[in-house]
């Protein structure tokens, strides 16, 4: 089988390892005063690409967490940003760093960790085989697939409902499927409530309907597709022996330093930020540190 060859090595001021808001963002202030800045990863896979319409930030009302995402990383490639939306797989610590990716290698003075967090899997029966069968961990990416199906939202998060209040709009019909607990989330009248204790997945070759484990009895459902909408995890795999993490989230100090000199984070993957204010102080805060580091 054909396999693209490797890529030239890069020697770099600044490598940072996450396209979200936190890493595009950093990556425009270094890059503007003269910095060599690589910036890696996909910006679709951000939090807040998926967030549908922002809230309590300071930007224009109305504005769309896909549609920034976008323009930001446009404005960082302006600004002199290199990107590429390569996964990082390994990284080494010895008289220099040395950071992996599928085909090519990177020689960074400093580190920057703004991975940011995902969906982690739920582990109810069928989410393994029905996923991307009608099965999606990403409202804000795959709505477009199912504007006249019957879709459901699978969760227990400020997400989870943010997701459901988004498809009402955008496809048939909206059952929340609201995991292991009795709050009730605000929601849009036009969407279905359950309180579920267990879910199942069914269906052939794509999702047909779930059967759920009410207060009622068991349930089953008709459905064409189910958006798994949880709490965020930290992304955060590929840097297991490589610094200092808790329960997941790279553990740093006040001045964003991880365990390792010359190594810092930022963001969801530390679990210190919660909203896109908290998160644009940060990368304030983290770039005055760099440019007065001696």
């Not at 003269?34 to 910006?43: A, T």
């Not at 496809?171 to 309180?195: A, Q, S």
């Not at 984070?265 to 908290?278: I, Q, R």
């Amino acid at each position: 089988m054909f396999q693209r060859p490797s890529e030239p090595d890069i020697n770099t001021d600044y490598l940072i390892i996450g396209a979200g808001v936190a890493g595009i963002n950093l990556a425009i202030k270094l890059s503007s005063i003269g910095k060599e800045v690589w910036l890696l990863g996909s910006p679709y896979e951000s939090q807040l690409a998926k967030a549908g319409v922002l809230q309590n930030t300071n930007l224009p009302e109305g504005t769309v967490g896909l549609k920034y995402i976008e323009e930001q990383i446009k404005l960082a490639k302006e600004k002199g940003v290199k990107h590429k939306s390569s996964l990082v797989e390994k990284i080494s610590i010895g008289d220099s760093f040395l950071v992996e990716t599928r085909r090519q290698k990177f020689y960074p003075k400093y580190i920057i960790i703004a991975s940011g967090a995902k969906q982690k899997r739920m582990n109810f029966p069928g989410e393994v085989d029905f996923f991307h069968k009608g099965i999606s961990d990403c409202s804000i990416c795959d709505f477009p697939l199912y504007g006249d199906r019957i879709v459901g939202v699978l969760g227990n998060h400020e997400y989870t409902s943010r997701a459901a209040n988004f498809l009402i709009d955008k496809t048939r019909g909206v059952h929340l499927f609201w995991y292991k607990n009795n709050d009730k989330p605000e929601l849009d009248d036009r969407i279905e409530l359950y309180h579920i204790d267990s879910i199942e997945a069914i269906g052939g070759d794509t999702i047909s309907s779930v059967r759920v484990n009410t207060s009622d009895g068991i349930r089953e459902v008709e459905l064409e597709g189910l958006f798994v909408e949880g709490k965020p995890y930290p992304s955060s795999e590929f840097l297991e022996g490589v610094v200092e993490l808790d329960d997941a989230y790279v553990v740093i100090d006040d001045d964003f330093r991880t365990s390792i000199s010359n190594i810092y984070a930022l963001g969801d993957v530390t679990g210190k930020t919660s909203n896109y204010t908290e998160v644009m102080d940060a990368v304030d805060r983290l770039f005055l540190k760099l440019i007065t580091k001696k």
